[in-house]
């Protein structure tokens, strides 16, 4: 069960890493476009002024968000990175824990087979040893 929520959270973790990996690019095309865009603005004249600071506001607002953005990117791929280095750590853990409950049930075998093996000598044991009296009291 442990095994398939780390697999999901793995999955989960890498559809989202290619979701961000894909709005970073187009956030960059974005930002190049906006650019290119704000030097056609400052050719304009004079009488565009207005328009212009406009969409320069726009266009700082723009790279704001996509500098937030690309922030917010590295932060989530830190997190990923956590998330697997947690999985790896959690898929360590299970290994090594299912490995001792294998130790550990060999071991009750091994003890369950040395007790049957006891028993049966101590039955062998005390029949003989009711024979013996047996076989003195009629003798």
Known sequence: EQLEI????????????????????????LKSEIEQQKQLL???NQSQDERCLSLSKQIQQLTDLLDTKINEN??????????????KDNK???????????????????T???Y?????KFEQTT??????????IIF
């Open 6 to 29: 780390n697999d999901k959270l793995k999955r989960d973790n890498d559809h989202e890493h290619e979701n961000l990996l894909e709005r970073e690019e187009n956030m960059r095309l």
């Open 42 to 44: 400052n050719n304009k």
């Open 74 to 87: 590295k932060d989530l791929n830190d997190i990923k990175l956590q998330l697997e280095n947690d999985l």
């Open 92 to 110: 360590q853990m299970l290994f090594e824990t299912t490995k001792q409950a294998d130790d550990l049930d060999r071991q009750l075998q091994k």
């Open 112 to 114: 369950n087979n040395q």
């Open 116 to 120: 049957e093996d006891l028993k049966s």
């Open 127 to 136: 029949n003989e040893k009711h024979l013996f009296i047996i076989f003195q």
